[in-house]
């Protein structure tokens, strides 16, 4: 991440869910009525264009990155039936959660967290889009590799109320101590009952001698974006490491399972790259 720009890979995402969005409704795995606006005309018309090349260069991207926007959708869906009373999206980059279905609708307090020039090109484009930040959305910018969420109290985040935590796409772009530190702050500064979910890399995708294209290339244009693969999971090996940081109720879900989840019908014969994966766990 570079600090002085608004995160290329926050925009690249946000172009891969508009075009999914664009697609017809029985049809698109994910829907984000904003995700275009966020994206910007250069990173969404850039994704147009090389959406079929991308696919071949790294096949199952695109498809892991929307089945992994549905899946997000769902899980924050199935827990507010359960129940919430507070959201934290964690390196929110252009996620339009907090501007859309339940959240904005129920109002629910939310906190994005990201880098101070991501937060402030988001702020930017949600005021373009709606006029206003909404009342309901803190926003608080810290570096995950420097820094604590120790902030996120300053904020008025209450660490009494059950609270879900989402952190899509960030972790491989973080230390080991600072994903370690996450997980810290989150098992020892929330209620019970709350939740994390996350998705991550295998480490093998990293160390392997024949990395996948997509790798290859985020690693070699690294010094343009400030954005490296760096940190990765053992396959087979969340549970316990999730059950060592204190976490309970691990369930993790591998491209097998979610491609069985939403590639069907017209979505069959989508590919979902198999190097990562999406995780949740329970603060006991
Ligand atoms: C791939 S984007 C994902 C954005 C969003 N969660 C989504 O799924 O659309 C990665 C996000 O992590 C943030 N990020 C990466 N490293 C960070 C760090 N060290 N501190 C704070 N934010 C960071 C970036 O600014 C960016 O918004």
């Not at 869910?17 to 018309?45: H, K, L, M, T, V």
Request: hydrophobic content about 40%; charged content about 25%.
């Amino acid at each position: 991440m570079k600090k002085n720009q608004i995160s290329t890979t926050a925009m690249g995402i946000a172009a891969m869910r508009a075009i999914e969005s664009e697609r017809p409704a029985g049809q698109r795995i994910c829907y984000d009525p904003y995700a275009r606006r966020f994206a910007g005309p250069i990173f969404y018309y850039l994704a147009r264009l090389f959406s079929g090349y991308g696919e071949k260069r790294a096949p199952g991207v695109q498809g892991f990155i929307v089945c992994r926007c549905r899946y997000f959708d769902d899980y924050l869906q199935a827990w507010f039936e359960a129940g919430a009373d507070q959201v934290v999206i964690l390196g929110a980059g252009l996620d339009s959660r907090a501007y859309r279905g339940e959240l904005q609708r129920r109002a629910t307090r939310v906190f994005e967290v990201d880098s101070p020039a991501t937060q402030a090109g988001k702020m930017k484009r949600v005021k373009a889009l709606f006029g206003a930040l909404p009342p309901n959305v803190t926003y608080v910018s810290i570096d995950f590799n420097e820094e604590t969420l120790d902030k996120l109290r300053a904020c008025g985040y209450d660490p009494a109320l059950k609270t879900l935590f989402l952190w899509e796409g960030v972790s491989y772009y973080l230390n080991a101590e600072a994903v370690d530190a996450t997980l810290v702050w989150v098992r020892s500064n929330s209620a019970s009952g709350s939740a994390i979910i996350f998705d991550y890399l295998y480490t093998a995708a990293l160390t392997s001698q024949r990395q996948r294209g997509e790798i290859k290339r985020m690693q070699r244009y690294s010094g343009v974006t400030g954005e490296k693969l760096v940190f990765g999971i053992e396959r087979g090996k969340i549970e316990d490491f999730l059950n060592r940081r204190g976490f309970t109720h691990v369930v993790d879900a591998n491209a097998a399972w979610i491609k069985s989840l939403y590639c069907t019908g017209p979505n069959q014969g989508r590919a979902v790259a198999e190097v990562y994966a999406i995780v949740h766990a329970e603060v006991e």
